[in-house]
């Protein structure tokens, strides 16, 4: 079985390009870094799967930030993917989550967030609309939509073992008929959560399209990765200021943060903490040599 691979590929026999992913040990260090009730696994391996498709039609070096935000007893679900293929996820929550309920009616009234940040300093794009459908597929697809996107169809499926994923997408006119389009959806419309955990990603793409002319443009290796580092949440108390800081320095001996992607433990303590606020060197001033 290829895991932690992605394929890229592109049809000679329709308008339309794809791509296809299967995330095992991807998935299992996000499940193995933090607790998540079982009810988020399914939409959390789904949209990860889903950031890994998306990002690899990207052309630019940065990351791509996908956001479940809900008002229910759900907050957050979110993936980042970043052009090096590294993937990190994690979700926020209130209280106790029901043991079986649908993605609606966990994040309640929400909104869908997509934001590409560039490693270049160009300022973030982030587009936002509200939440349609009742699964990470329904939602991405009618993100898409309705932000002029190439039109896509979207196929995610998760287990405690692996999440997987098949994006198609149609490429603009001129690239031949509707048609056609219609039919590869046709196709892999018949394909069901449990063959595409199930099956290796050649033999899938083998059963769904063996009577369409396509070829593998690209193979990627994909991983776990969190780019939280001492010295980012050293910026990051540096941002709440001195008062704030000492302050919970005063109250509890020093100053824990823990990362929700990795949960790697930071602890700053006084000393550390007096160092973040010690006024920079001004190299401007005179020295003497
Ligand atoms: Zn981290």
Redesign the pocket.
Known sequence: MQNDKLFRFLFDSAPARGAQVRLQNTWQTILQRRDYPDVLRQPLGELLAASALLGSMLKFDGSLVLQLQGKGALKLLVVEWNADRTL?ATAKWEGDLPTAAGLTELLGQGQFVLILDPKNGTPPYQGIVALEGDSVAEMLQGYMQRSEQLESRLWLACDTEVACGLLLQRLPEGHGEAEDWHRLCALAGTLHAPELLATDPDLLRHRLFHEEQLQVLKVEEQAFG?S?SRERVGGMLQMMGAAEVSDIVQEQGSVEII?D??H?RYVFDEEDCTQLFRPMPDHNSPTCH
Do not use: A
Request: a positive charge.
């Open positions: 990190r969190c939280c990362c992607y990795c790697q």
